[in-house]
């Protein structure tokens, strides 16, 4: 007979407005569904209930996830500054500093700031929150195609 002593695992909650699903989906993104976002004038803020498989073998969230969200918000916050309605910009430089960890079952949210918009580049900061403790800080440089 099964081990029924045990419940059956639950979907995380959907966080709390302002954060709707996120509507822009890619190959990368789509294994860690469901993400969700937040446009604001200014930025649009992504986020996710950290879960095992976003996690490394320490149990933390992977770096690279981080970065690839901070990646993937900086940039979209860039294009909506610019008004451009099919973000198409190219990332020329990235860094990020993990200041603490972020852990499964946490909320994680990258909340970008467009630093400034140009003709040829854009740059912007943002902070990566763990449950609304700090645990990354990033910039990046984005390039725009000529059309």
Do not use: K
């Not at 993400?35 to 930025?43: E, F, G, M, N, Q």
């Not at 990566?128 to 800080?137: M, N, T």
């Amino acid at each position: 007979m099964p081990d029924v002593s045990q419940a059956a695992p639950t979907a995380p909650p959907a966080p709390a407005a302002p954060y709707i699903r996120h509507d822009r989906r890619s190959g990368l993104t789509d294994p860690w569904e469901p993400l969700y976002s937040h446009r604001s004038a200014d930025a649009v803020w992504v986020g996710l209930w950290a879960a095992e498989p976003h996690a490394n073998s320490r149990g933390f969230v992977h770096g690279g996830l981080i970065t690839a969200l901070a990646d993937n918000a900086m940039g979209l916050s860039c294009a909506q500054a610019r008004g451009d309605p099919r973000p198409s910009l190219v990332t020329v430089n990235l860094c990020v500093d993990f200041v603490s960890t972020a852990r499964v079952g946490q909320w994680v949210e990258v909340r970008p700031e467009v630093i400034r918009t140009g003709s040829r580049l854009c740059f912007a900061t943002a902070l990566v929150l763990a449950d609304g403790e700090v645990c990354a800080r990033a910039n990046a440089t984005f390039a725009i195609p000529a059309r």
